[in-house]
């Protein structure tokens, strides 16, 4: 069993890097990847426990990305960590997201709702600052029952305080993980409110710069979608991804390892990593 989308205190999780792994190692997970939003700050963490208790780790990520005013969510797998120009990005994102905390703050004011940087900072466990815990704010202050409520009220891309993030497509993120040699998917593809058209139609630009797969295996997926989506990778030549998206006490139910992930898909992973390398090799030789 394995799990490939995992979250941590470094983003929006409320299980540190080291807990998840303790927490792996107790479901008996035999693979997991740290997969933080934007944030690479508890991938070391995680391998070093991992390599402590004896799980395989691979360094992940998960890309918040805007396209067509829909967010795009873009897993990265075995990351480059010591590529400069992902570490420039990835705080590039980190400052666009406090400048879109304070514009969120702003307009909530607009619907009498008052609540302070600050008390959003409480929220936050590492160093990345998220929706997440504006939601919670607004759950602890009482302007919603949930944070779902606070997302589809306020905070998503539907609600009346939304701000979409500043243009980073992904198109952007696909190609910058595949020039740091790493893995690309798209994540929960059903989940894009979109309709299936319009996302083959994306997964299909993506596949011409290095998509490598769609994220088939997830938690809220029914047996005819994983079939479908599996089937969609197969027929463009993709391999599917998968993992629970577990955020600890961000998401009670949701555990980790409920996506019922099996071991096959990290070995075609590494295959086609390793395929990738060739490719690579081939192309500076020429």
Not at 134 to 155: E, H, N, Q, W
């Amino acid at each position: 069993m394995i799990d490939l989308h995992i979250h941590t205190t470094c983003s929006d999780g409320t299980y540190t890097p080291e807990e998840v792994v303790e927490l792996a190692k107790e479901k008996k997970l035999e693979v997991i990847a740290i997969t933080d939003h934007d944030t690479i700050d508890g991938v070391k963490r995680g391998a070093k426990k991992a390599k402590e208790l004896g799980i395989e780790f691979i360094n992940g990520i998960e890309l918040s990305t805007n396209y067509q005013g829909k967010e795009i969510h873009i897993l990265g797998y075995f990351l480059n960590l010591d590529d400069e120009k992902l570490v420039n990005k990835l705080q590039e994102l980190r400052n666009q997201r406090v400048t879109r905390t304070d514009k969120i703050i702003e307009q909530l004011k607009e619907y009498k709702i008052e609540i302070t940087k600050e008390e959003v900072m409480k929220e936050v466990k590492g160093d990345l600052i998220s929706r997440t815990h504006i939601a919670s704010v607004l759950l602890k202050k009482g302007y919603v029952d949930t944070r779902k409520a606070a997302f589809r009220r306020y905070l998503g891309d539907t609600g009346a305080a939304y701000v979409p993030r500043r243009n980073f497509t992904p198109i952007d993120a696909v190609k910058m993980l595949k020039e740091n040699g790493a893995l690309a998917f798209i994540a929960h593809p059903k989940l894009i409110p979109w309709g299936e058209k319009k996302t083959f139609k994306l997964v299909d630009e993506l596949k011409e710069i290095g998509l490598d797969g769609l994220e088939t295996y997830y938690p809220s997926f029914r047996e005819i979608d994983k079939i479908y989506y599996k089937k969609m990778c197969e027929k463009r030549g993709m391999i599917p991804s998968g993992g629970s998206d577990f955020h600890g006490g961000n998401r009670n139910n949701i555990s980790l390892g409920i996506a019922n992930v099996q071991n096959e898909v990290y070995e075609k992973m590494v295959e086609r990593l390793n395929q990738n390398k060739i490719i690579l090799k081939v192309k500076e030789s020429q």
